[in-house]
């Protein structure tokens, strides 16, 4: 009796907080995006923060992530028809276009981060050098060989996951920080391996050619009924899927017997133990699905960039993506997917910082930590299916 | 009748203190067996190494007729063997479902294929834990049952106790070892846990229990026989009366007068 009295009480939750949150986010990203004058930007910027800030005084964010929680599967559809309609406002302009596409491919990268350190507990601070890594795998395919380019996407993200595997030894060994500085390590022997390698280019890096399916060059402007898009239009649909198809896989392997055990043993490793976990398998899983992602994403941006070089993938842009993690809420993909945007977009149109942009990834951490140690949308209990009742 | 547990001369130290010593223990099928004596006297440090977390210095155990001496910790779950922990062991952040599901991982399709793509199957095995899970909280405490997807960390200690021992039972263990489930609970909270604990093995009489306890009401009421150790050794075994009235035992607890 009482269990059908509490299921009568949590009458469907309404979809509308979370359609319009989703609107005013799309609106205020195309202005953010268009606008270039600096204090217009400053100001807009201001208000953004303001309106979240007030939003939340007043109780409306917990509604919207209620929201999110149930009606996730349609609030996803309607997130990739505004993703679609923020790149059609820009269709002809090749900087804003390249820049959703950074957000986008860094989503995906932060994603599987995201696998390894918020649902495995593994640090991963060399997720720039494995993004590198795909993207060094499309250089040296498309420049020697004639592998279909789709193909060299997962190609990029196996050679992340291979090169990862060298380092699950001295990771399974070691344990929280010592791993960490396992992987700094590995971030910066990678680095010199890629400067001293004259087949790859040496420190001037590699041209990487653009992709081509089936004839159809990426690279070319788009001409159709009688607009002219940016060629970039091809990419961003390219990385539109890929980071659906990543955000997909990842929150249903966090809403399945899999995610349950990479919490439990991240969670207490003894316990786990006792209760069958081969801890050691599932650290091995989360790490290479979470370096796969980031290498397919590091594939398809090098392919984006045209070049790449050791300087661009650094501790230092490891240490963006261990960022936009902290900032968005660890093991949150809705979470990772805001604060891309932030870390992303925001130090890029606000051109007066320059290369203060670190100093604000710092305080953004700082105040993160200080005052929101969850992130900004810190992770739900886990619900299998969204929606689902007993 | 064979014995379902049975350890001969398994001895554990720790730098020059001998926390297990020689110590010989045999567990019959069925029984609930009260392990006790004085802190330190190597309660908890044989459950630890029976369950794999400790390695025995010397000696054998023997589980269900298989040789478990030094086991992994995972052996000897897939053996048929669950545990709690004297310190609660529950991981907060997660919700009550989770943290029962965790202990049930031998029964769950672990697929990479199966946990990722095919979803009405794992649909199907998630229904049918959820049911499992919620019909062993219903037998301790009804209300908890309603509120499955909530996360423990906000619950009571008694609540918490009751999860892991759901924890502990879901996969149908052969045998149960409890580590003092009445710390940090009132005497009232202790005594409806046993309860529980007894109801669910009224229905389950396959059941084994070992329990570490010091609260000897406890120990009076729920256990056919009781095993007492000092110092990591077997000072005496029998009834809860008999084991009470033994001078060496009273001595162990209280000194020599």
Same mark, same amino acid.
């Given at each position: 009796m009482?269990?059908s009295?509490t299921?009568?009480?949590?009458?469907?939750?309404s979809?509308w907080?979370?359609l319009i949150?989703l609107?005013?986010a799309?609106?205020?990203? *195309?202005a953010?995006?268009?606008v270039?004058?600096?204090?217009?930007?400053?100001?807009l910027l201001v @208000?953004?923060i303001?309106?979240?800030?007030?939003?939340?005084?007043?109780?409306?964010?917990?509604?919207?992530?209620?929201c999110?929680?149930?009606h996730?599967?349609?609030?996803?559809?309607?997130? *990739?028809?505004?993703?679609l309609?923020?790149?059609a406002? +820009?269709?002809?302009?090749?900087?804003v &276009?390249?820049l959703?596409i950074?957000?986008?491919?860094y989503s995906?990268?932060t994603l599987?981060?995201?696998?390894q350190?918020?649902?495995?507990?593994?640090?991963?601070?060399?997720g @720039?050098?494995? +993004?590198?890594?795909?993207?060094?795998?499309s250089?040296? &395919?498309n420049t020697y060989t004639?592998v279909?380019h789709?193909?060299v996407?997962?190609i990029?993200g196996?050679?992340?996951?291979?090169?990862?595997?060298l380092?699950l030894l001295?990771?399974?060994r070691t344990r929280?920080h010592?791993?960490?500085v396992?992987?700094?390590?590995f971030?910066l022997l990678?680095?010199?391996f890629?400067?001293?390698?004259d087949?790859?280019?040496?420190p001037q890096?590699?041209?990487?050619k653009?992709?081509?399916?089936?004839g159809?060059?990426f690279n070319d402007?788009?001409k159709?009924?009688?607009?002219s898009?940016?060629?970039?239009m091809?990419?961003?649909?390219?990385s539109l899927?890929l980071?659906?198809?990543?955000?997909?896989v990842?929150?249903?392997?966090?809403?399945?017997?899999?995610?349950?055990?990479?919490?439990?043993?991240?969670?207490?490793?003894?316990?786990?133990n006792?209760?069958?976990?081969?801890?050691?398998r599932?650290?091995?899983t989360?790490?290479?699905?979470?370096?796969?992602l $980031?290498?397919?994403?590091?594939?398809?941006?090098g392919?984006v960039?045209?070049?790449v070089?050791?300087?661009?993938y650094t501790?230092a842009d490891s240490?963006i993506?261990v960022? $936009?993690?902290l900032?968005?809420g *660890?093991?949150?993909?809705w979470?990772l997917?805001?604060a891309?945007?932030i870390?992303?977009?925001?130090?890029e149109k606000?051109?007066?910082i320059? =290369?203060?942009r670190?100093?604000?990834y710092a305080?953004?951490v700082?105040?993160?930590?200080? +005052?929101?140690p969850?992130?900004?949308?810190p992770r739900p209990v886990?619900?299998y +299916?969204?929606?689902?009742?007993p | 009748?064979?014995?379902l547990l049975?350890?001969?001369?398994?001895s554990k130290h720790f730098?020059?203190?001998?926390?297990?010593?020689?110590?010989?223990?045999t567990?019959?099928?069925?029984?609930?067996?009260?392990?006790?004596?004085p802190?330190g006297s190597?309660?908890t440090?044989f459950?630890?190494? $029976?369950?794999?977390?400790?390695?025995?210095?010397g000696?054998?155990?023997?589980f269900?007729g298989?040789n478990?001496?030094n086991?992994s910790s995972?052996?000897?779950y897939?053996a048929g063997?669950?545990?709690?922990?004297?310190r609660?062991?529950l991981?907060?952040p997660l919700?009550i479902?989770?943290?029962i599901?965790?202990?049930?991982?031998?029964?769950?399709?672990?697929?990479l294929?199966?946990n990722?793509?095919?979803?009405r199957a794992?649909?199907?095995?998630f229904?049918e834990?959820?049911a499992a899970? %919620?019909a062993?909280?219903?037998v301790?405490?009804?209300? &908890?049952a309603?509120r499955m997807f909530e996360?423990?960390?906000?619950?009571?200690?008694i609540d918490?106790?009751?999860i892991?021992?759901c924890?502990?039972? *879901?996969?149908s263990?052969k045998?149960l070892?409890l580590?003092? /489930?009445?710390?940090?609970?009132t005497?009232d =909270?202790t005594a =409806?846990?046993?309860?529980?604990i007894?109801?669910?093995?009224? %229905?389950?009489q396959?059941?084994t229990i070992i329990?570490?306890?010091?609260?000897?009401?406890?120990i009076?009421r729920i256990?056919?026989?009781?095993?007492?150790?000092?110092?990591?050794?077997?000072?005496?075994?029998? /009834?809860?009366?008999?084991v009470?009235?033994n001078?060496?035992?009273?001595?162990?607890?209280?000194?020599?007068?």
């Amino acid at each position: 009796m009482s269990a059908s009295r509490t299921i009568a009480k949590k009458a469907r939750v309404s979809i509308w907080p979370g359609l319009i949150a989703l609107a005013v986010a799309t609106v205020y990203l *195309i202005a953010l995006l268009a606008v270039e004058k600096q204090a217009l930007i400053i100001a807009l910027l201001v @208000a953004g923060i303001a309106v979240v800030a007030a939003a939340a005084w007043f109780g409306l964010l917990d509604g919207v992530s209620t929201c999110f929680v149930e009606h996730e599967d349609a609030l996803g559809a309607c997130a *990739i028809i505004a993703a679609l309609i923020v790149a059609a406002y +820009f269709y002809d302009n090749h900087f804003v &276009l390249l820049l959703i596409i950074t957000v986008l491919l860094y989503s995906v990268a932060t994603l599987g981060l995201n696998v390894q350190f918020g649902y495995a507990g593994v640090l991963n601070f060399a997720g @720039a050098s494995f +993004f590198g890594i795909g993207a060094y795998t499309s250089a040296v &395919l498309n420049t020697y060989t004639s592998v279909p380019h789709l193909l060299v996407l997962p190609i990029g993200g196996l050679l992340a996951a291979l090169a990862g595997s060298l380092l699950l030894l001295p990771v399974l060994r070691t344990r929280g920080h010592y791993a960490a500085v396992v992987t700094i390590a590995f971030a910066l022997l990678l680095k010199t391996f890629l400067e001293v390698n004259d087949v790859l280019g040496g420190p001037q890096g590699m041209q990487v050619k653009g992709m081509t399916i089936l004839g159809w060059s990426f690279n070319d402007n788009i001409k159709f009924a009688g607009l002219s898009l940016s060629f970039y239009m091809n990419y961003f649909v390219v990385s539109l899927t890929l980071l659906v198809g990543a955000f997909v896989v990842v929150r249903r392997l966090e809403r399945s017997w899999i995610g349950l055990n990479l919490d439990a043993l991240r969670l207490d490793e003894t316990a786990a133990n006792c209760f069958g976990l081969d801890v050691v398998r599932w650290k091995i899983t989360a790490f290479l699905i979470g370096n796969f992602l $980031i290498g397919i994403a590091g594939a398809l941006f090098g392919m984006v960039g045209g070049f790449v070089a050791p300087n661009n993938y650094t501790f230092a842009d490891s240490l963006i993506l261990v960022s $936009i993690l902290l900032l968005g809420g *660890i093991g949150n993909p809705w979470g990772l997917l805001v604060a891309t945007v932030i870390v992303v977009v925001v130090p890029e149109k606000l051109q007066t910082i320059q =290369e203060y942009r670190f100093l604000l990834y710092a305080l953004m951490v700082i105040a993160v930590l200080l +005052f929101r140690p969850e992130g900004l949308l810190p992770r739900p209990v886990r619900r299998y +299916f969204p929606g689902w009742r007993p | 009748m064979t014995a379902l547990l049975e350890a001969h001369g398994l001895s554990k130290h720790f730098g020059g203190v001998l926390a297990l010593d020689g110590l010989d223990l045999t567990v019959t099928p069925n029984e609930i067996l009260g392990l006790i004596g004085p802190n330190g006297s190597g309660k908890t440090t044989f459950f630890n190494v $029976i369950t794999g977390i400790y390695r025995a210095d010397g000696g054998q155990v023997r589980f269900d007729g298989a040789n478990m001496t030094n086991a992994s910790s995972r052996a000897v779950y897939l053996a048929g063997m669950s545990r709690t922990f004297q310190r609660s062991r529950l991981s907060l952040p997660l919700s009550i479902f989770d943290n029962i599901m965790i202990g049930n991982h031998k029964r769950l399709n672990q697929g990479l294929w199966f946990n990722l793509v095919a979803r009405r199957a794992f649909k199907h095995e998630f229904e049918e834990s959820y049911a499992a899970a %919620r019909a062993l909280v219903e037998v301790f405490e009804p209300e &908890l049952a309603d509120r499955m997807f909530e996360p423990v960390a906000g619950l009571p200690m008694i609540d918490r106790r009751r999860i892991e021992i759901c924890r502990a039972l *879901i996969s149908s263990p052969k045998l149960l070892l409890l580590d003092e /489930p009445s710390a940090g609970m009132t005497h009232d =909270e202790t005594a =409806e846990l046993m309860n529980d604990i007894l109801l669910v093995r009224a %229905r389950n009489q396959n059941l084994t229990i070992i329990i570490v306890e010091h609260e000897m009401g406890v120990i009076e009421r729920i256990t056919n026989r009781c095993i007492v150790l000092n110092f990591g050794r077997k000072i005496a075994e029998g /009834p809860y009366r008999a084991v009470a009235a033994n001078p060496q035992v009273q001595e162990a607890y209280l000194g020599a007068a």
